[in-house]
């Protein structure tokens, strides 16, 4: 079993940064592919990035966001710059244990609780 925990969000202006965290348990993060998800009041959870091997992003979120991980710390992160208005949402973090590169949220076995992102503008 894997627990996942994210912090990092909360309320910034419209062109401001966000950087999330999401912290792992469990001795097998560095094979699990990674995934950020976001869930907008009456909106579907949609991808918004990945990393395995490789780095993947949604299109929302492709030369503003930027995913990474420290497989040492067992963590994953997510920087968000330029954020927009339409980026608000509960932000939450995924692992895989396949560890092939997946947008498809249906193919993430583990979630974190999530974090909210609000951004004013």
């Known amino acids: 079993q894997v627990q996942l925990v994210e912090s990092g969000g909360g309320l910034v202006q419209a062109g401001g940064s966000l950087r999330l965290s999401c912290a792992a348990s469990?001795?097998?993060?560095?094979?699990?592919?990674m995934g950020w998800f976001r869930q907008a009041p009456g909106k579907e959870r949609e991808f918004v990035a990945a990393?395995?091997?490789?780095?993947y992003y949604a299109n929302s979120a492709k030369g503003r966001f930027t995913i990474s991980r420290d497989n040492a710390k067992n963590t994953v992160y997510l920087q968000m710059n330029s954020l927009k208005p339409e980026d608000t949402a509960v932000y939450y973090c995924?692992?895989?244990?396949?560890?092939?590169?997946?947008?498809?949220?249906?193919?993430?076995?583990?979630w974190g609780q999530g974090t909210q992102v609000t951004v004013s503008s």
């Open positions: 995924a692992a895989d244990r396949s560890g092939v590169l997946t947008t498809t949220r249906d193919r993430y076995d583990y």
């Open positions: 990393i395995a091997r490789s780095t």
């Open positions: 469990g001795r097998t993060f560095s094979s699990y592919t």
